[in-house]
């Protein structure tokens, strides 16, 4: 009994490991006429330091729920922030008008469908989720 516990428990770890390893990518609508995105580039539009993208149209943010792993990584990576952080960081900018954070989505599927059906819109999903409908501009891969 002990020994099956411990399978299923070392199991769940290292699904665990592999979703929170997951390479994020930032995606954005292949009309969009951006090839890609430095890593400042992104914090700055993430961070709603910046929202219009190179090709000069506006860059509509996507971001996943406070509950995401996907998240909580993306954020962790990028900035070095925890979800609380990022949240205190937004309700000060939020607070003053200086900027509003990033849209909110339900899920990665509809972050992906988002930039389909809009040129402005870019969003940050795991590699495994993205088609050829749309283009990835920068990674964030494992460290």
Same mark, same amino acid.
């Not at 962790?76 to 900018?93: F, Q, V």
């Not at 200086?98 to 988002?114: C, D, M, N, Y």
């Given at each position: 009994m002990l020994r099956r516990y411990l399978l299923v428990l070392g199991l769940c770890v290292i699904c665990a490991a592999s979703v929170f390893a997951a390479d994020i990518v930032v995606i954005v609508n292949p009309k969009s006429g951006v090839d890609l995105l430095s890593k400042d580039d992104v914090i700055d539009i993430f961070m709603g330091r910046n929202r219009q993208l190179s090709s000069g149209i506006p860059a509509l943010p996507l971001d996943l729920p406070d509950t995401s792993v996907e998240r909580e990584n993306f954020y962790?990576?990028?900035?070095?922030?925890? @979800?609380?952080?990022?949240?205190?960081?937004?309700?000060? /900018?939020h607070f003053t008008g !200086?900027?509003?954070?990033? %849209?909110? *989505?339900?899920?990665?599927?509809?972050? @992906?469908?988002?930039?389909?059906?809009?040129?402005?819109? /870019?969003?940050?999903?795991? !590699?495994?989720?993205?088609? %050829?409908? *749309?283009k990835v501009v920068f990674e964030l891969n494992e460290k």
């Open positions: 962790a990576r990028l900035t070095g922030k925890s @979800i609380s952080e990022i949240n205190a960081y937004w309700a000060r /900018l !200086r900027a509003t954070p990033p %849209a909110l *989505v339900r899920s990665q599927e509809e972050a @992906i469908q988002k930039v389909i059906d809009d040129r402005s819109s /870019l969003a940050y999903v795991t !590699r495994s989720k993205i088609s %050829a409908q *749309v």
